[in-house]
């Protein structure tokens, strides 16, 4: 993979882990299982990469962590959205729909 | 991270956050994994293999974990950046509160400061003027002053053969030229006659100087000639102010005493050399003199490209040596030197701006001992606070913080106040302005002088904030907490006091400075300058007509002068002595009988004779001059009203010159020739000797001189002083002598000054530094005493248990008060002794700009000693007095 695609994929990873903390709080694995289902496994996401994006986003405030209990009774670490975090959604988000729809358009162009 | 306050964390131990993150992290991983394996398992893959796929899927964990911890460690070093920006803030917000809390304190070591502050920056406004920054001319350390040095190694300025040799045989000038001494010339042509100030320049002068004509041209070759047309440059001030600074200034016809001349050409601004010069002419219009003693002409010299002072000094020694050689006794030069035209200018006032710096400096480190005292002293009152934060774990680089940032404030403060009251300072002293300072017009508080006072502002707080913090936060913690209550420690106290003793010792050096200035100028005004100083009105004319009028135009002047109501004495003079312009000297020769008439080049011949000649100033006078001036007539008569042009020529000498010339002889009847000075060839004789006069300063013994009279020698009386003395009123005698001067000669240009004003003008340097220095001694005086008061208030404060004691052990209020001030006493006293010692050596280097008195006068000395005595004695009086109020009871209280 080179360089300018996996700068994509940082952000892309960004808009999806913010996209996917706007339903509830959760952790780190089932964010990924989450994002699995919605992209039917059509983005093969390492999950090392899933957790560095969580910590850049703990970083710059766009996300909350804090430890609770799972499902299963285990200490995990749990992540929300902050304030911060949705408003980056939303700007993110309409970026997204924007690279995507130029991108599709010249795709269709005959 | 969250919820944990900052320093916090420190304070109680807890880990450091890298070793968390990396727990958290691997907690993290690891749940993740259990989840992954656990799904798979449940979808039916066996333990192992579900490990193996979950690690696989997971990817690279140790370039997560670093990833992590370089995030993390970035985000720390935000943080702690925000938290020492943080704390900045903080502190200039107790310390804000702090000022907000105690005004008085804080406006007290403020003023103390702006003084210091102001003061330096205003001298170094002026040293950065006149000495630091160079001269405005394109490389100016290339411009040189070259000087014939004679026998005794005097610098003499050049002899025109002398000049041509060295320019002819020289290899190290790009340009050379001649400059004349600066002279006056009286300009016709403009609304009113004017004086204008001018100086005769060779032609590569301009390249030399490496200036160009803002308007106009230089001199063309025609205009280089004895015979050529008449041109002249005049300056940007001359331009602007007499010309009314328009184009059609060029090309104008000016009569220039009485000949016509065309304006060619206007300098830039920045052309200011012979200082103060309006107008160039060319020295090509004057003949040479074949002489090789008439030393009449400066010499300036722009060095060639790539050759060094040394190089240049080495090559015009040996041009001079070489025409020593050649032409021996003709000429007094063997040798030549050469200085730079930067030192040439200012090389005499560095020893005076070198003192005002160091005074100025002192007063700043007194200043600057003066608000560190008072800070340790409120430091030592927040002795447990303080202790109570160290014990707590608080940084001492954190107080030392806080200490700064308070004194940062005060310097912040201070340094604003200080440079506004700088460009006040600045402005007087250009008003002070000494006649003899040169480029001072130079001097204003630039963006340069800014940095300097920011510079020293800032040195200022950061040494004061950390002394204070070094001082404050030391010591035993136990000892500080137990001693809390009772404010300050030993240890600062003791600082304190080796503060005070230092401020009292450099306030001595700078009293004993004043001290020595004060009595030196006050010997100087004392001198008796051989004329009284009484309410003499003194009429500056210069005449440029025919000379063959001014007998008889001076004359009419001096009889309508008389008619003036209370006027006793009138009398004229050719240069007006300590009037700082005119006056000319020479070589004379003592006739025998033998001689017949001569003309200049006998005179030459028979100069070369010792025992025949003699060196006097030459001034022409007249009747009623003597009288006016109260000068005595020592011997012999003054001139008359029969020493008229056709009668024998007569002439007076002064004292000083028959003693010299003539100590085992009667000199009256002494037939000399002088006629050198004036060009006329008639032989005097002398009639009369005067008292001596002071003719150049105060401070320089009398020259030897000697009187022509004005009917008989009217060729050196261009310009022209009358004096008229009498008991009325000076300023009346001076409108009616000006309309006098009208009435007679409506084209004279004439200029009143009273003789008191003249004597004023000859010590306005003097003056100038005598200020300054009394300025810093008294505020040092101040300082010193503010600071032997606010030590012995405080320990007063201190001892307040111990003294109430011994008054309840029967110490009465006189006993307690004596003790009191004998510490004060004691603590000035070190000071004063150590002062003292300083200032001998110190005053050893002004002893040359000193008049009258040693630079161990004892009593500058004494009366310093004597006055700072008094002001400590009544510095810890009032603290004395407070301390004798103790009763006994206060025990009970304090206790």
Known sequence: MNRDANDLLHGTLDVLVLKTLSWEPMHGYAIAKWIEQRTRGELEIVDAALYKALHRLEQSGAVAAEWGLSENNRRAKYYSLSARGRALLKAEAATWRRYANAVVRVLEAT | MVGIPRGVRRALRLPSSAERLEHELDDEVRFHLDMRVRELVAAGMNEADARAAALARFGDTS???????????????????????????????????????????????????????????????????VLLRPLPYPDADRIVQVWQLDQKGHQNHFADPNYDDLRAQSRSFLALAQVSHVGAV????????????????????????????????????????????????VSHGFWQQQLGGSESALG????????DFTVVGIMPPTLDFPLKVEMWMPREMRPKLPSRTAHNWKVVGRLAPGVTLDAARRDVSTVARRVREQHGEDTWMVDAALVPLHEQLVGRTKGTLTVLMAGSLLLLLIACANVVSLLIARMSARTGEVAVRLALGAG????????????????????????????AGVTLLLKLQPANLPRMDEVRVDWQVLVFAVAVSIAAAVAMGIITAWRGTRGNLRDALAHSQRGASASSERVRRVLVVAQVAMAVVLLVGTGLFARSFVRLLSVNPGFRLDRQVVVDVSHSGPQAERPMLYDEIIARFR???????????????????????????????????????????????????????????????????????????????????QA???A??????????????????????????????????????????????????????????????????????????????????????????????PDLPARVRTIHAIVAGSVADRRFVLWLVAIFGIAALGLGALGVYSVISYLVAQ?????????????????????????????????????????????????????????????????????????ATLASWVPARRAARVKAMDVLRVG
């Open chain 2, 186 to 233: 009286t300009v016709v042509g403009l609304d009113e006659p004017v004086r204008a100030r001018n100086a005769f320049v060779s032609g590569d002068f301009f390249a030399v100087m490496g200036v160009k004509p803002l308007r106009g041209r230089l001199f063309a070759p025609e205009e280089l000639q004895v015979s050529g047309p008449r041109a002249v440059v």
């Open chain 2, 652 to 745: 007076l000498i002064s004292n000083s010159l028959a003693k010299t010339r003539w100590p085992n002889e009667d000199p009256i009847g002494k037939v000399i020739q002088f006629g050198n000075m004036d060009g006329d060839m008639t032989p005097f004789t002398i009639v009369g000797v005067v008292g001596d006069v002071r003719e150049q300063s105060l401070a320089t013994e009398p020259r030897p001189t000697f009187y022509a009279s004005y009917r008989q020698r009217p060729g050196y009386t261009f310009a022209f002083s009358f004096v008229l003395s009498g008991a009325a009123d000076p300023a009346a005698v001076a409108s009616a002598a000006q309309r006098i001067v009208r009435a007679v000669r």
């Open chain 2, 63 to 129: 370039d997560l974990r670093e990833y992590c911890q370089s995030m993390e460690v970035r985000h720390m070093h935000r943080m702690r950046l925000r938290e020492w920006w943080d704390g900045w803030l903080q502190d200039v917000r107790f310390a804000a509160r702090q000022v907000k809390r105690s005004p008085g304190f804080f406006a007290v070591a403020a003023i103390t400061l702006v003084l210091g502050i102001a003061s330096t920056t205003a001298i170094f406004s002026v040293v950065r003027g």
């Open chain 2, 563 to 645: 008619t003036i109501p209370g006027i006793a004495h009138v009398g004229g003079v050719s240069a007006m002595p300590l009037g700082g312009t005119g006056g000319g000297n020479g070589t004379f020769l003592i006739m025998s009988g033998a001689d017949g008439r001569m003309d200049i080049e006998d005179f030459e011949r028979v100069m070369r004779n010792p025992e025949r000649v003699g060196e006097a100033e030459f001034r022409v006078a007249g009747p009623g001059y003597f009288e006016a001036m109260s000068v005595p007539l020592v011997r012999g008569r003054l001139f008359e009203d029969r020493d008229v042009a």
């Open chain 2, 396 to 423: 001492r680089a954190r107080l030392v913080q806080q200490c700064l940032a308070e004194s940062l404030i005060l310097g912040a403060v201070a340094g604003a106040v200080g440079v506004l009251l700088a460009r």
């Open chain 2, 799 to 871: 001892r307040n248990r111990e003294l109430s004691i011994r008054v309840a052990l029967g110490a009465k209020a006189n006993d307690i008060m004596r003790l009191v001030i004998r510490q004060g006493i004691g603590l000035a006293g070190l000071g004063i002794v150590i002062g003292a010692l300083a200032a001998l050596g110190a005053t050893r280097l002004i002893a040359s700009m000193l008049y009258g008195v040693s630079a161990t006068d004892p009593l500058a000395f004494g009366a310093v000693v004597v006055t700072l005595t008094l002001v």
């Open chain 2, 648 to 650: 024998p020529h007569v």
């Open chain 2, 252 to 259: 104008q016809r000016l009569m220039l005493d009485g000949a």
